[in-house]
């Protein structure tokens, strides 16, 4: 997807959420973006799987 295709999402997170999400960033060599994109795709095709079972 193109990043003139995507929209901006802002949200507010504990301390110690942020700061997990910067050392997996890191870890993993990813943005911070990117993990919270995954998470929330997984999340969506879980619920999707549930819904068709």
């Known amino acids: 997807m193109k990043v003139r295709e ?3 999402v802002i949200f507010r997170a504990e301390p110690e959420i942020k700061a ?3 050392k ?3 870890q993993e060599e ?3 973006n ?3 994109g995954k998470a929330l795709r ?3 095709q879980r ?4 819904k068709h079972a």
């Open 6 to 8: 995507m929209q901006q």
């Open 20 to 22: 997990w999400l910067e």
């Open 24 to 26: 997996k960033a890191q």
């Open 30 to 32: 990813r943005s911070q």
């Open 34 to 36: 990117w993990l919270v």
């Open 42 to 44: 997984e999340a969506m």
């Open 47 to 50: 619920d999707e799987q549930i």
